[in-house]
């Protein structure tokens, strides 16, 4: 009923919100992602996607389709990889930003050992400026990390969000005050952006706390310490956006291979393309 071209063109545009940037990450014209969304909408017989020349969103009908297309796509991937036979071996290096600790990524990866359980995984979390460093110095094979910045378009776009403020809920930051910083220490990307935009924008500011953990980082805004710059789709449980600060813009998530990508590097890749939607939910 559900073709899974189709499917894993919807999940592209899902993850993206953008036919233009799922066309680019499929190789394939926007016209075509355009025509493998209509035809599921028609062999759903409900829209999936409420869009207009600004914006892409989901349809509750396009949320719940989210589940069935990841499932479906899921079992047509076993079934090829048994029929064909293929069993993937070796060590593979994987960087995973720290953004995604508090995250479903584990449901990914578990996964992925379930049906490889002869790759070797070797799963490093580093700030997002370090896991590119290490790639670039190939002692990564592949990363799912922030992009750099604007310009910036190495590897695989796997999800677009925005930055937000986050704190303690009731946190009130005074204009008058500097702003109290909770920060990764460089080389964040967070943390340069954080900074640019509260220089940019003439705000005076104050390292309130600095950890190498997400889960310190979250303690230390839990405790009321200070404000943290945050992608907006992961917000941790017990913080919530704060406002009255400068606009932090778009953050861009992209998966980025080493010169000697293996199949078990292609795999995971394909394993993470296929199941972004859940990198923004909590476990």
Same mark, same amino acid.
């Given at each position: 009923?559900?073709?899974?071209?189709?499917? /894993?063109?919807?999940? +592209?545009?899902?993850?993206?919100?953008? %036919?233009?940037?799922?066309?680019?990450?499929?190789?394939?014209?926007?016209? +075509?992602? *355009?025509?493998?969304?209509?035809? &599921?909408?028609?062999?759903?017989?409900?829209?999936? %996607?409420?869009?207009?020349?600004?914006?892409?969103?989901?349809?509750?009908?396009?949320?719940?389709?989210?589940?069935?297309?990841?499932?479906? &796509?899921?079992?047509?991937?076993?079934?090829?990889? %048994?029929? +064909? @036979?293929? !069993?993937? /071996?070796?060590?593979? !290096?994987?960087?995973?930003?720290?953004?995604?600790?508090?995250?479903?990524? #584990?449901?990914?990866?578990? @996964? %992925?050992?379930?049906?490889?359980?002869?790759?070797?995984?070797?799963?490093?979390?580093?700030?997002?400026?370090?896991?590119?460093?290490?790639?670039?110095?190939?002692?990564?094979?592949?990363? =799912?990390?922030? /992009?750099?910045?604007?310009?910036?378009?190495?590897?695989? =776009?796997?999800? /677009?969000?925005?930055?937000?403020?986050? @704190?303690?809920?009731?946190?009130?930051?005074?204009?008058?005050? #500097?702003? #109290?910083?909770?920060?990764?220490?460089?080389?964040?990307? +967070?943390?340069? !952006?954080? =900074?640019?935009?509260?220089?940019?924008?003439? !705000?005076?500011?104050?390292?309130?706390?600095?950890? $190498? *953990?997400? *889960?310190?980082?979250?303690?230390?805004?839990?405790?009321?310490?200070?404000?943290?710059?945050?992608?907006?789709?992961?917000?941790?449980?017990?913080?919530?956006?704060?406002? @009255?600060?400068?606009?932090? $813009?778009?953050?861009?998530?992209?998966?980025?291979?080493?010169?000697?990508?293996?199949?078990?590097?292609?795999?995971?890749?394909?394993?993470?393309? *296929?199941?972004?939607?859940?990198?923004?939910?909590?476990?």
């Amino acid at each position: 009923m559900y073709d899974p071209v189709q499917l /894993r063109t919807f999940l +592209t545009v899902a993850q993206t919100l953008s %036919f233009t940037q799922a066309a680019g990450r499929l190789g394939v014209r926007q016209s +075509t992602v *355009s025509q493998h969304v209509r035809r &599921l909408e028609e062999a759903a017989g409900r829209p999936l %996607f409420l869009r207009d020349t600004h914006r892409v969103e989901l349809t509750e009908d396009g949320e719940a389709m989210l589940g069935f297309a990841r499932t479906i &796509l899921e079992a047509h991937e076993r079934a090829a990889a %048994f029929f +064909t @036979g293929t !069993r993937l /071996r070796g060590r593979l !290096r994987f960087g995973a930003s720290e953004d995604f600790v508090l995250s479903r990524l #584990p449901e990914i990866l578990e @996964g %992925f050992r379930h049906e490889h359980p002869e790759v070797d995984l070797e799963l490093s979390v580093e700030l997002s400026g370090t896991l590119h460093e290490r790639l670039d110095a190939g002692r990564l094979d592949l990363v =799912l990390a922030k /992009r750099r910045g604007p310009g910036d378009e190495r590897g695989r =776009l796997v999800w /677009r969000d925005r930055m937000v403020w986050i @704190g303690a809920e009731g946190l009130r930051v005074e204009a008058e005050r #500097p702003v #109290p910083l909770i920060v990764f220490p460089p080389p964040g990307i +967070t943390r340069a !952006r954080a =900074l640019e935009v509260l220089e940019r924008d003439g !705000r005076g500011w104050r390292i309130a706390c600095t950890s $190498g *953990s997400l *889960s310190g980082l979250v303690a230390a805004a839990r405790a009321g310490l200070g404000v943290m710059a945050h992608t907006r789709g992961l917000i941790p449980p017990g913080l919530v956006r704060v406002g @009255g600060l400068p606009e932090l $813009g778009p953050v861009e998530f992209a998966l980025l291979r080493g010169p000697r990508a293996s199949p078990a590097a292609e795999a995971l890749a394909a394993a993470v393309l *296929s199941g972004a939607d859940r990198l923004t939910r909590t476990g």
